[in-house]
C-alpha cells in the first residue's frame, strides 16, 4: 500500500538528522582541540546543557514549568558524592547511574504533586520541593556536612581505567560522552508516539484525553525520566569537581536553569545546549567587565531577549551571513533557525 | 435493539442552577440520534457529562450496558466513545498526520511507545493512511493544520474521532462556521461514517438533524421535552412553541 509508505516517510521525516544538527556537534567535538586550556570551563557548559536539557523535557515538550529543577540536581549531587565518600560504589559510571536512579524516585513521587493544577501551583509546588530539600540537608547536616558540604570526596577513575586529572580533560569528554548519550536517547524520545503524545498535552491537554491519550501517565513519565537527567547532572557536577555542597538545591540555581532555556529557545532540544554555552559566555563576559554586576547586564539581555523576540534576533544574527550567501550565489540562503522553536 | 449509550436520571448542577434535570436518554444501536435544542438547553452539559470532562451529581451513564460513569475521559475513549469538538480545538502546529497518528497510536496501544520512532509501526502506518484517504486529506498530510482551509480542518475534527475506531460518535455541531461551498464535503463525510457506529448529533442546523437523524430527542432547560421519530418532533406543538417562541431557525 503505498499510501501506508507515504505516511511512514513522511512520519519519520521529523526524526531525521539535519545537515545543522551534525555540523552542530562537530563543532563541540572541536571544541575541546580549539581551546585545549579551557576545560574546566567547558565542562561546566556541559553540565548545565544537561541540566536544561532536563528542563526542556518538562517545559519545552510537556508544558510543566518548574523552579525547583534543582530538588533533582541536588539530590543527584549528593548521591555521588555520598557514594564515592563512603565507598560504596568506587566506579563513577555506576554511582552516577544510581544517582540518577536516586533523583528519578524522588521525581517520581513527586510527579503525584506537580501533575494536578496550574502552572501557578506547579511553580509553587516545585519551588517548595526544592526548599524542602535544601533544609533538610542543612538539618541532617550529619550526612551532608551541612553548609561545608562533603568533604574529602576522592573520585576513582572511570571504568577503573581513566584517572580524573588536574586539567579536567578526563572530566570533560566523560561529560561530554555521558551528554552525547543522554542526548541521543532524548532525542529517541521526542520522535516517538510517547513525545508526539507530549506535544499534544502540552497545546491542549483536554483535547488530547479525548483522543485517548492517558495525560496524568503520560506527565509522570516524563516528568520522572526528566528528574533522572537533572539527577545524572547533578551526579556529574560532584564527580568532576569533587565537591557537593548545599548550593546544589538552591534557588538560583532553578532560576539560572529557566535563563538558561529561555535563552536557548524551548521544545528542539537543542535550546538548553545552545543556551547553557551563551549562557556561560555571557557570564564570563561581563564578569571580566563588572566582576559585581554581571548580573546586571545578564538580566538585561535576558528582558531584550523576550522584548525583542527571539526569531527577529536570529534574523539579525543571520541578516549578514544571508547577504553575502545572496550576493555570491545570487539565490536565496538558507535560512539556520530551528524550525519547530515553539516557545 | 438495544440501547448502546444510556443515560439514568443524570442530574448536574452548577451552583444553584440545574442544567442536567433527570435526563434519561437512550440511543440504540445503529442509530442516526439527533439531540437539539434551544441555547441554554444544558446541550454542551450533556456532551461534557457522557464524554467524562464532568462528573454528574446524581445519575449513572452506560456503554454497552457498561458503567462508564466513573471512568476518566481518556478511557472512555478506549472503550468506544469518541467525540468532536464544536469549536475549533484541533492541533494548530501539527500536522495531519501527526494529529490521526496520535489517535491510532493510543488505539493500538502504541500511545505510551518511547524507543521506536513515529512511522516505524506498519500497522500504524497503514491505519493512519486508509483514514487520511478516507477523508481525503491525504494530499494535506504533511501541511500543518493552522494553515488548512476551514472545511477540511472539520474534516479533520471528523477524522480523528473516527481514528479511534468508536461505537458511538458524538458530533457537536459538524458544520458549524463552515462556509457554504465546503459543507456539501462535510455532509458527505457524516452522511458515510459507517453504519455499525452510532452517532449522537448535538446540532443547532435544523436541515442536517432532519436529513440525517431517524430519531430526535429535543432537549429544553436540561430536561428532556420531547423524544421521537423526525416527522413526530416536527409536528409536536411543544417543540413548535419552543423554537417560535425563541424566533429561531426552526
Known amino acids: 500500500m503505498s499510501a501506508a509508505k507515504d505516511v511512514s516517510v513522511s512520519a519519520m521525516a521529523g526524526s531525521r538528522w539535519r545537515v545543522s544538527e551534525v555540523a552542530f556537534w562537530i563543532v563541540v567535538l572541536a571544541c575541546p582541540f580549539l581551546f585545549p586550556s579551557r576545560y574546566l570551563i567547558m565542562t561546566d557548559i556541559l553540565r548545565l546543557a544537561l541540566f536544561t536539557l532536563s528542563l526542556d523535557l518538562i517545559l519545552g515538550y510537556a508544558g510543566i514549568v518548574s523552579l525547583g529543577h534543582a530538588a533533582f540536581f541536588g539530590v543527584g549531587a549528593y548521591s555521588a558524592g555520598l557514594l564515592a565518600l563512603h565507598g560504596i560504589i568506587n566506579e563513577p559510571v555506576l554511582a552516577l547511574i544510581v544517582a540518577g536512579l536516586a533523583a528519578m524516585v524522588l521525581g517520581f513521587l513527586t510527579s503525584f504533586l506537580v501533575i494536578r493544577g496550574v502552572d501557578l501551583t506547579r511553580l509553587m509546588v516545585t519551588l517548595g520541593i526544592a526548599l524542602l530539600l535544601e533544609a533538610l540537608g542543612e538539618r541532617f547536616s550529619d550526612i551532608t556536612g551541612g553548609t561545608d558540604g562533603l568533604q574529602g570526596i576522592e573520585m576513582q577513575p572511570i571504568l577503573g581505567q581513566f584517572a580524573f586529572d588536574m586539567f579536567g580533560k578526563t572530566g570533560f569528554w566523560y561529560s561530554l560522552i555521558v551528554l552525547f548519550v543522554l542526548f541521543l536517547l532524548a532525542r529517541r524520545v521526542v520522535h516517538s508516539p510517547f513525545g508526539l503524545s507530549l506535544r499534544a498535552i502540552k497545546n491542549n491537554p483536554l483535547r488530547a484525553s479525548a483522543i485517548g491519550i492517558p495525560v496524568n501517565r503520560r506527565l509522570i513519565a516524563i516528568y520522572t525520566l526528566a528528574a533522572f537527567y537533572a539527577g545524572i547532572a547533578g551526579a556529574l557536577f560532584t564527580q568532576t569537581t569533587a565537591l557537593a555542597t548545599l548550593d546544589v538545591f538552591s534557588f538560583e540555581r532553578s532560576a539560572d536553569l529557566m535563563l538558561v532555556l529561555v535563552i536557548g529557545g524551548t521544545g528542539y532540544l537543542y535550546g538548553g545546549l545552545i543556551g547553557a554555552v551563551v549562557f556561560k559566555m555571557l557570564q564570563e563576559m561581563f564578569q571580566e567587565i563588572t566582576p559585581q554586576y554581571w548580573m546586571f547586564w545578564i538580566g538585561l539581555v535576558l528582558v531584550a531577549m523576550v522584548m525583542i523576540g527571539r526569531e527577529r534576533i536570529h534574523r539579525w544574527v543571520l541578516w549578514l551571513p544571508n547577504l553575502v550567501i545572496r550576493q555570491i550565489t545570487g539565490r536565496k540562503a538558507a535560512v539556520a533557525v530551528p524550525e519547530t522553536d515553539a516557545s | ?250
Open chain 2, 1 to 250: 435493539m438495544t440501547a448502546v449509550l444510556e443515560t439514568r436520571e443524570l442530574q448536574k448542577s452548577f451552583g444553584g442552577l440545574k442544567v442536567t434535570r433527570d435526563l434519561s436518554l437512550r440511543v440504540e444501536r445503529g442509530a442516526r440520534h439527533a439531540l437539539i435544542g434551544p441555547n441554554g438547553a444544558g446541550k454542551t452539559t450533556v456532551i461534557n457529562l457522557l464524554t467524562g470532562v464532568l462528573q454528574p451529581d446524581a445519575g449513572r451513564i452506560l456503554l454497552e450496558g457498561q458503567d462508564i460513569t466513573d471512568l476518566a475521559v481518556h478511557k472512555r475513549v478506549l472503550r468506544g466513545l469518541s467525540r468532536t469538538f464544536q469549536i475549533n480545538q484541533l492541533y494548530a502546529d501539527l500536522t495531519p498526520l501527526e494529529t490521526i497518528g496520535l489517535a491510532v497510536s493510543e488505539r493500538l496501544g502504541r500511545g505510551g511507545d518511547w524507543w521506536r520512532r513515529m512511522g516505524t509501526r506498519g500497522d500504524v502506518n497503514e491505519e493512519i493512511a486508509d483514514i487520511l484517504s478516507r477523508f481525503h486529506l491525504l494530499d494535506v498530510m504533511n501541511e500543518l493544520t493552522a494553515t488548512l482551509p476551514y472545511g477540511k480542518q472539520r474534516l479533520l475534527e471528523i477524522a480523528v474521532a473516527i481514528a479511534a475506531r468508536p461505537r458511538v460518535l458524538l458530533l457537536d455541531e459538524p458544520a458549524a462556521g463552515v462556509p457554504e461551498s465546503e459543507r456539501h464535503d462535510i455532509l458527505a463525510a457524516v452522511a458515510a461514517l459507517p453504519r455499525d457506529v452510532t452517532v449522537l448529533l448535538i446540532e443547532h442546523d435544523m436541515d442536517l438533524v432532519f436529513s440525517f437523524a431517524d430519531r430526535i430527542s429535543v432537549l429544553v432547560n436540561g430536561a428532556m421535552l420531547v423524544e421521537g421519530a423526525p416527522e413526530a418532533v416536527a409536528r409536536d406543538p411543544q417543540v413548535k412553541a419552543v423554537y417560535l417562541g425563541e424566533g429561531a431557525d426552526a
